[in-house]
C-alpha cells in the first residue's frame, strides 16, 4: 500500500469521526452529526478493502482507517490524563494512540475475515463487509469492559435511517450504514455491470426508509413534570480541594437545592463530591429535611458507601413520605477513572486524578417513583450501552417513564465531548420513545423529548439552571420489547451467520 492510499485511509477515518458530531466551526452546523460523511468515509474504507486480494493487506487498511477514526473521535481523553492528571503531554497523546490502535485491531481482524471469506458475488461481499463491521462495532461494546464510543450509527440520529432506530437500535444503525456503504463503493468500484440500476435502488432505499414512521410512545395521563436541572461548571482541578472547588460546590448546590421551583431538582453526578458522612451533620440534615414534605423532590449525584462495605458512584433520590432516601448505584464503571485493571495499577500512579475504587450496581435497578413517572437514573456514560437500558423494560408495568442522565464530563473540557455524548443521549430517547432530561456540571444539560430532540438547553460551561417541563411515555418500541430479552444476540447471530455463509460458499467453491 503506497502513502496516497494510506492517506487517504487516514483521512476517511478522521472523517468518520467528524461525522458523529461536526468539530469545526465552519462550513457545516457546529456539533451536528452528519450522516452523508459518515457514509462516504465509510464507503471510502469498503472501496479500498475491495481491491484487497490478501487478508493481511485488508487488515492494515482498515487498522489505519480506525486508528484515524477513534483517535479524531476520543483525542479529548488527552485532556483529561494531561491537564487535569498531570501526565507528561507526550505520554498522555500515547496513551490515547495506543488505545485507539488496541481498539482499531478489532477492525482490522474484521477486514482481514473479510477479504478471507469474500464471495464471488459483489452483492455477496456487500452484506459481507456489513457483518464484519459489525461485528467489530460489537467487540467494542462488550470486550474488557466496553468502550463503543463513536459508533458509526450515532452519525445517522437526524439522518435517513433514524425511523428504524426504534426498531433496530444503534447496532442495526450500524450495520445497515455499513451495508450502504459496500453497496455504494460496489456500485463506483469495478462490478460495472447494471450499476445505474444498482445505484438507483439505493436511492430509493433511503427514501423509502426516510419516510417509515418511528416508533412513539404514549404520553402519560399525568400533566408534564416540572423540573430545575442544575449546572454547577465547577472547575474540575478544583473539585477536590477543600479550600476551593469542594466548599464552592456544597454551597451552590445546597444553595440551588433551597431555592429550586420545580417539582424535580437534578444535580449532576458527583455534584456532592463527598459522601454523606463526611459533611456537615447539619448541612445533611437540612437536606434530608427539606425533601421530607411539600411537594418537591430530589435526584442528587454524589458518592455512597463505606469501607467496610465498598463505595459506589450514586444518585439519591429524597421525596416526602418515605422513610429511606431512593439510591441507585452505578453499574457499568469506567476503567481507570472509577476501577483499576488489573496489571495497571503503574499507569495510574503516574497521574494525579482522585481516582475511586467502586462497586458496581446491579443491572435493571428500580426506578424513582414521583408525581405518577418512572425515573431511571444513569450516570455518565452509562447511556452509551442501550441493551444495559433495555434490561429495565423487561416488565411493561415498571418500565421507565422518563430517562434521568447525570454526568460531569468536565474532565474533557469545552470539547466535542459534549456534542458527543448528547447525540447518545437523543438516540436512547429515540430507541425506547422515552425523553431523556441530563442534569450535567458543565454540559450538555438539556431536555430531550421521546423523539430524540432537544426541547430545552442551558449554554453550556456557564452556571444556572434550567427550568422545563417533560412528559413522560409509557408504551414499547420494538427495539424495547427484544432488546430487553435478547440484548446483543440478535446482532451477534446475525453476524456470525453472515460469516459462517461464506466460510460455507467459499468451501464449496474450493472443493
Known sequence: MGWPAALGLLLAGTAHAFSLA????????????????????????????????????????AWLFATAMLVATFWWLFISMHVYGGLPAPLAALAVLLLAGL??????????LYVWLRPASAWGGVLL???????????RVRLFTGFPWGQSGYAHIDGWARPLAGWLGVHGLSWLAALWAAALAACLGPVR??????????????????????????????????????QGNIAQDEKFMPGTGLADA??????QLGQARGALVVLPETALPLLPSQMDPLYWKSLLERFASGQQAALIGLPLGALDQGYTNSVMGLKPGTEQPYRYDKHHLVPFGEFIPLAFDWFVRMM??????????????ASFEWQGQRLAPNICYEDLFGEELGARFRDPQSAPTVFVNVSNIAWF????????????????????????VRATNTGATVVIDAQGQVTHALPRHTRGTLEAQVQGTQGLTAYARWVSVLGLVPWLALGLATCLAAWWMRRRRAG
Not at 481498539?103 to 482481514?112: E, F, V
Not at 456544597?250 to 444553595?255: D, K, P
Not at 482522585?354 to 435493571?364: I, T
Not at 470539547?415 to 429515540?430: N, Y
Open 352 to 365: 494525579n486524578i482522585p481516582l475511586g475504587s467502586f462497586a458496581r450496581g446491579p443491572l435493571a435497578q
Open 193 to 230: 455491470r447494471h450499476r445505474a440500476w444498482a445505484l438507483a435502488g439505493l436511492v430509493g432505499g433511503a427514501l423509502g426508509l426516510a419516510a417509515l414512521p418511528a416508533p412513539r410512545g404514549e404520553p402519560l395521563a399525568q400533566a408534564p413534570l416540572s423540573l430545575t436541572l442544575v
Open 413 to 436: 473540557g469545552n470539547t466535542v465531548a459534549i456534542d458527543q455524548h448528547l447525540q447518545i443521549s437523543r438516540m436512547r430517547a429515540l430507541e425506547f420513545a422515552r425523553p431523556m
Open 250 to 255: 456544597l454551597r451552590y448546590y445546597g444553595e
Open 22 to 61: 461536526w468539530p469545526l466551526a465552519w462550513g457545516l452546523p457546529q456539533g451536528e452529526p452528519q450522516a452523508w460523511l459518515q457514509l462516504a468515509a465509510l464507503a471510502t474504507l469498503a472501496w479500498q478493502l475491495q481491491r484487497c486480494e490478501r487478508p493481511a493487506q485488508a487488515a492494515r487498511s
Open 129 to 139: 463487509f456489513a457483518a464484519c463491521w459489525l461485528l467489530a462495532e460489537l467487540a
Open 103 to 112: 481498539l482499531a485491531l478489532y477492525y482490522a481482524l474484521a477486514a482481514g
